[in-house]
């Protein structure tokens, strides 16, 4: 254990009474970065999770033209969906790259909410910097900053029927306010964590199909660069869970 690590809390067990999630984050393969381990062992055990993305990734690889990139993503994140379990895949047609928060986020995501109902909901991390487990300095991206803080809001919004009335008299969806907790992952100040060995392989082979964006974004062996990055990360975690490698995040009770 790293004396920093000694300094931290231990991460508490995600909680476990719930039944549905929805996970919303701005691009494909954000989930993949940052949480397939986790979500693979939930639907294993029963759960329900969909996706929601705010966009298809369309501005994500050099030299391939938007109009061609986002439906090859988009394509490549509903393979990767499947491999831990998920068939439900939805895109919400944000510009990639320039995602704004707003009402019109905070909107199209509550609509997402009603429609799902979840108890859970996991967003991507929506500070300004991210980073290991243990900190970090690097900048985040506006469209995830974006998204997370609007994922945040948009969960109370789900359940107040005076906000986007229109929800209900244009789309029929009634408020929902089931949802008990919002789990950011990738975050630099984690306070729960799941056991990511069950779905550590399963995590591995999700990140896989996103073959094109992973071929343009480095000339290592894909497999060799995925299976090193998923578990550098989650073996950093295992000092603040009982020594096991694990899926950080942290958790806001609602």
Request: aromatic share 8%; with cysteine; proline share 7%.
């Amino acid at each position: 254990m790293t004396e920093q690590a000694e300094q931290q809390p231990p991460l508490q067990p995600m909680p476990a009474d719930w039944r549905r999630a929805l996970a919303v984050v701005a691009h494909p393969d954000d989930l993949e970065y940052g949480c397939a381990a986790a979500i693979a062992e939930w639907t294993d055990g029963g759960r329900e999770v969909a996706y929601l993305l705010a966009t298809r990734g369309e501005a994500g690889i050099d030299g391939v033209a938007p109009d061609e990139c986002g439906p090859l993503r988009e394509a490549e994140q509903r393979a990767s969906a499947a491999v831990v379990g998920v068939s439900t895949v939805e895109f919400l047609d944000h510009r990639d790259g320039v995602v704004e928060y707003g009402l019109g986020l905070r909107r199209d995501i509550a609509a997402a909410i009603r429609r799902h109902r979840p108890e859970l909901v996991i967003t991507l991390n929506h500070r300004d910097t991210w980073g290991g487990v243990g900190g970090g300095g690097y900048w985040n991206t506006p469209d995830h900053k974006a998204v997370g803080r609007a994922v945040l809001d948009a969960a109370a919004d789900a359940g107040n029927r005076w906000i986007f009335p229109e929800l209900v008299s244009e789309q029929g969806l009634e408020p929902w306010d089931g949802v008990r907790w919002v789990a950011v992952a990738n975050t630099t100040t984690p306070t729960h964590a799941v056991d990511a060995g069950p779905g550590l392989e399963r995590a591995i082979r999700s990140l896989l199909e996103h073959k094109a964006y992973i071929s343009a974004l480095t000339d290592q062996d894909p497999e060799e660069y995925v299976r090193g990055f998923l578990t550098g990360n989650v073996q950093q975690t295992a000092a603040r869970f009982g020594g096991r490698p694990a899926v950080p995040f942290e958790v806001f009770p609602r």
